[in-house]
């Protein structure tokens, strides 16, 4: 059964699971079809879209809680047994 094709919304105004959820559906059309050239890029050129989209909306939500919490964040740490 074929996927159908993601949306073709505007990227900046896709939410963060939006941007995600077609962001996996593209790299499953890129990585499971055998596209033409030309559709391939432009499943690309949509997926890198899609990619950047995702790092501004978690930059600006690490931010927010930066500014919420105060500059006293700290890393996790990995637990050692």
């Not at 030309?38 to 930059?59: I, S, T, W, Y």
Request: charged content about 35%.
């Amino acid at each position: 059964m074929a996927k159908s094709k993601p949306t073709t919304k505007l990227v900046e105004e896709l939410s963060y699971e939006e941007a995600l959820a077609e962001l996996e559906q593209t790299v499953e059309m890129l990585e499971g079809e055998q596209n033409p050239l030309d559709e391939a890029m432009k499943l690309f050129e949509r997926g890198q879209a899609l990619a950047a989209r995702c790092g501004v909306l978690l930059e600006a939500a690490q931010l927010k809680v930066q500014k919420l919490v105060g500059e006293t964040t700290l890393d996790f740490e990995e637990e050692t047994e």
